[in-house]
T-cell receptor, first 112, second 112 residues
Framework: SQTIHQWPATLVQPVGSPLSLECTVE??????LYWYRQAAGRGLQLLFY??????ISSEVPQNLSASRPQDRQFILSSKKLLLSDSGFYLC???????????FGPGTRLTVL | QKEVEQDPGPLSVPEGAIVSLNCTYS??????FMWYRQYSRKGPELLMY????GNKEDGRFTAQVDKSSKYISLFIRDSQPSDSATYLC????????????FGKGITLSVRP
């Protein structure tokens, strides 16, 4: 069976500090991978998605970036965090057909 | 008009009640329809998945899709306090790498 991991679970960072969130998937090959942010009252916002190693599509221009260095690893980064980057970050995966996504446990980020 | 509209809630019902959660959509290209359940501070989990119009039943849960009316529903029978969560509808178009479009979610509370 497939499993998706995210870490850290919780993170408190000062404004202007860098960020690195990691997501890994087990039990499948060549998954599509997704990063979402969920803010209260605003639903799920798709940030990035990837259909393969090194292939990243950005949905929302902002100070975040994503990378996929390995088939089942997806990283969300920032060089300098803003207060507005606070939120619940979710990684998800899908099969290549992409019709259903499975979410990780999430990382709660607070920027102070 | 937003692509997917979901009743904002919140919704509070007594234990044992029948719950009806609904979403409407505007894009007739949507072919796959999902309901996710999200407990507080957790990632969404896939609850129901349906393709095209019709009903699908899984235990106390029934998902209904009416493509002619662009309307989907999730029914929960004999609701339990453990059903207290946020429920998100999601849908996607046919084709590889098709992205999900989510409703904003409705928070359900089942009172003992």
């Amino acid at each position: 069976s497939q499993t998706i991991h995210q870490w850290p679970a919780t993170l408190v960072q000062p404004v202007g500090s860098p960020l690195s969130l990691e997501c890994t998937v087990e039990g499948t090959s060549n998954p599509n991978l997704y990063w979402y942010r969920q803010a209260a009252g605003r639903g799920l916002q798709l940030l990035f998605y990837s259909v393969g190693i090194g292939q990243i599509s950005s949905e929302v221009p902002q100070n975040l970036s994503a990378s996929r260095p390995q088939d089942r690893q997806f990283i969300l980064s920032s060089k300098k965090l803003l207060l507005s980057d606070s939120g619940f970050y979710l990684c998800a995966w899908s099969h290549e057909t992409g019709d259903t996504q499975y979410f990780g446990p999430g990382t709660r980020l607070t920027v102070l | 008009q937003k692509e997917v509209e979901q009743d904002p809630g919140p919704l509070s019902v007594p234990e044992g009640a029948i719950v009806s959660l609904n979403c409407t959509y505007s894009n007739s290209a949507f072919q796959y329809f999902m309901w996710y359940r999200q407990y507080s501070r957790k990632g969404p989990e896939l609850l129901m998945y349906t393709y095209s119009s019709g009903n699908k039943e899984d235990g106390r849960f029934t998902a209904q899709v009416d493509k002619s009316s662009k309307y989907i529903s999730l029914f929960i029978r004999d609701s339990q306090p453990s059903d207290s969560a946020t429920y998100l509808c999601a849908m996607s178009k046919a084709g590889a790498n098709s992205k999900l479009t989510f409703g904003k979610g409705i928070t359900l509370s089942v009172r003992p």
